[in-house]
C-alpha cells in the first residue's frame, strides 16, 4: 500500500491570508490528485499533477508535484472564507488511497 | 457534473438488519470504490472493482460485500448491522486509464446503526 501523508492536519487563518497544504510519500506515483470535501459532500476532484516538477494554477489556488513524484504542496493565495474545507489528496495506479486530509478553516 | 448516485442518503437501522447501499453511475467508468468516512477524518478504502465480476478488498478491513454484475452497477451489503459501522459510506467511480485515475464520488451515504 502507498501511504500519503498530508501535514498540517489542521489549518485556521485569517480571510486574506495565504497558506500551503503539503502531501508526503516514500513511494513513487505515477500522478496525485487534490479533492475538496466539504462536511457532508462528497469529495470533489481539484487537479491532477502527472509530470514531476509540474506546477499547475487554478485561480488562486497553485498545486505542484515534486520531482521525484513523491510529494505535492497545495498553496493558496489570499485565501476566502469559501476555501474552507477539507483537503486531501489522493494517488495510486490500481486502488486509489487517500491521505488523511487537512482541514483548512479560513476566518472572515 | 459526475453522474454518480449512492442510495438512501440518510438510513438509521436497528442491530442486526441486513442493508444494501446502492450506488449506480452512468459515465461507464470500469472502476469503482467503496469508501467509510468519519466526520472529518480521512477516507478508508473498503471494497473496490475493476470492472464486472471483480471486487477487491481495500486497505481497511470490513465486514461488509460488495457486488459488481452490471458496469454501472455496485452495491455493498451489511449482513448483520452493529453500532460499530455507524459512518459515512462514500461510492466513487474512475475511468480504468493511468496514471489519471481521477475518482468521481456520489454524496454519501451516512448510516447509523442503533
Known amino acids: 500500500t502507498q501511504l500519503l501523508e498530508q501535514s498540517p492536519q489542521f489549518l485556521s487563518i485569517q480571510e486574506g491570508e495565504n497558506l500551503t497544504v503539503y502531501c508526503n510519500s516514500s513511494?513513487?506515483?505515477?500522478?496525485l490528485q487534490w479533492y475538496r470535501q466539504e462536511p457532508g459532500e462528497g469529495p470533489v476532484l481539484l487537479v491532477t499533477?502527472?509530470?514531476?516538477?509540474e506546477v499547475k494554477k487554478l485561480k488562486r489556488l497553485t498545486f505542484q508535484f515534486g520531482d521525484a513524484r513523491k510529494d505535492s504542496s497545495l498553496h493558496i493565495t489570499a485565501a476566502q472564507p469559501g476555501d474552507t474545507g477539507l483537503y486531501l489528496c489522493?494517488?495510486?495506479?490500481?486502488?486509489?488511497?487517500f491521505g488523511a486530509g487537512t482541514t483548512v478553516t479560513v476566518r472572515a | 457534473e459526475a453522474d454518480i448516485y449512492q442510495t438512501p442518503r440518510y438510513l438509521v437501522i436497528g442491530t442486526g438488519k441486513k442493508i444494501t447501499l446502492e450506488c449506480s453511475q452512468t459515465?461507464?467508468?470500469?472502476?469503482m470504490y467503496w469508501y467509510q468516512q468519519d466526520p472529518g477524518m480521512e477516507l478508508h478504502l473498503i471494497h473496490y472493482?475493476?470492472?464486472?465480476?471483480?471486487?477487491e478488498k481495500g486497505d481497511l478491513s470490513s465486514e461488509s460485500t460488495v457486488s459488481r454484475i452490471r458496469t454501472e452497477h455496485f452495491p455493498l451489503t451489511l449482513e448483520s448491522a452493529r453500532p460499530s459501522h455507524t459512518s459515512q459510506y462514500l461510492c466513487?467511480?474512475?475511468?480504468?486509464?493511468?496514471?489519471?485515475?481521477?475518482?468521481?464520488f456520489g454524496q454519501g451515504t451516512r448510516l447509523t446503526v442503533v
Open positions: 459515465m461507464g467508468h470500469d472502476k
Open positions: 472493482s475493476y470492472g464486472v465480476n471483480s471486487t
Open positions: 513511494s513513487v506515483f505515477s500522478s
Open positions: 466513487a467511480s474512475s475511468p480504468f486509464r493511468t496514471p489519471n485515475t481521477e475518482a468521481f
Open positions: 489522493a494517488g495510486g495506479d490500481y486502488k486509489l488511497s
Open positions: 499533477v502527472v509530470t514531476g516538477g
